[in-house]
């Protein structure tokens, strides 16, 4: 969490060592928090940075965006100790308790960011955006290394204290299970930018909501090597006329650093450029006092983004790294009609 001119605290804890495959080959190991923390401490931010963490698990929290039946099964699978409950996702005997855990923090540092006025940075393992209510979501094959979705968790209990949330994903994978807990709820905006065709294979444009969240689910699917013209084209022309529409008192960022350039599993090709011109347009509504909090919490990476994607993106969220002049560019002519079309029909932006 940044609070600007003073200090940024940022949820860690190294218990989440305790969910970790044993022969060390999954991409979702223990080095890639360990990997943001040293970002991080080589930061310019590190010298006001304040690492938080409380050993608190809340049911109840697991419950607000997850069904009772899927909770339960996960702490069955967990006492099993370490096997995999589908092809990509393993779990420990810990795994319950150490995302549990992170679902709780994110709940309690949504609620102290909007209180007293702060942006927070949530270092989770295992991820979560993957993880719907009862595990897999629309469809997709598996959980994706993914166990609670702690974003949903930050997005829902905000909205005990605003009327709209807005959700920012820029994971290269689309963010399915997010979509799914949310799919017919009309006060949460959700902006998903990610890789087509890989998995989860959801998150077409058409896919939109249901009932009155008709047009609130806003997928950007991309082709590989999209690079950031499109990103700070998605922030230009939907992120920002969003929330000048909705005047949003709060944003949750799904902060997945897997679309940076080189990472072994996606091909979106993206550097520093993009995440830092999100970041510094987050700053700017933070520190112009237009949003009351902004909660980032990690979800993917698994090369370079860790180091050059995460410390691009936090340091300009604290507002210390100039902008960069880069002409955005939209994707593709379909996906540009479809996009047009949803944009005009449900919030009266035009392209």
Known sequence: MVYL??????????????????????????????EALATLKSSTVWS?????????????????????EYVEWIKRECSRGFHYIDSDTYVTRHTYRVAARYSTLAYIATHKGFEEKEMWILLPRPPGHHAGRRGVALGAPTQGF?????????????????????????????????????????????????????????????DSGSGEAVGTKINIPLPPYAGDEVYVWVLEKIVKPLNKQYSFEAVVVSAGFDSYAGDPLTQLNVTEAAYEAIALYLYELFKEKRVRTIISILEGGYGR???????????????????????????????????????????????
């Not at 001119?5 to 044993?22: A, F, Q, R, T």
């Not at 340091?315 to 996906?335: F, N, Q, T």
């Open 305 to 351: 983004g860790l180091r050059e994607g995460f410390k691009a993106y936090v340091e300009a969220l604290a507002g210390k790294r100039a902008k960069r002049r880069i002409k955005g560019k939209p994707p593709s002519s379909r996906v540009y009609r479809e996009l047009r079309e949803v944009l005009s029909k449900y919030h009266g932006i035009e392209l």
């Open 146 to 206: 993914c166990i609670f979705n702690h974003s949903a968790v930050a997005a829902k209990s905000l909205l005990e204290k605003t009327r709209k949330v807005l959700v920012i994903d820029f994971d290269a994978h689309h963010g399915n299970g997010t979509q799914e807990i949310f799919w017919n709820e009309p006060h949460v905006i959700h902006v998903d930018i990610h890789q087509h065709g890989i998995y989860p294979g959801t998150g077409w444009v058409s």
């Open 5 to 34: 001119g003073s200090h940024i605290n940022v949820v860690y804890s190294d218990e989440h060592w305790l969910h970790s495959d044993p022969g060390g080959t999954h991409p979702e190991n223990p080095n890639r928090l360990e």
């Open 48 to 68: 006001t940075t304040r690492l938080y963490y409380e050993e608190s698990l809340d049911e109840s929290v697991l419950l607000l965006v997850h069904d009772r």
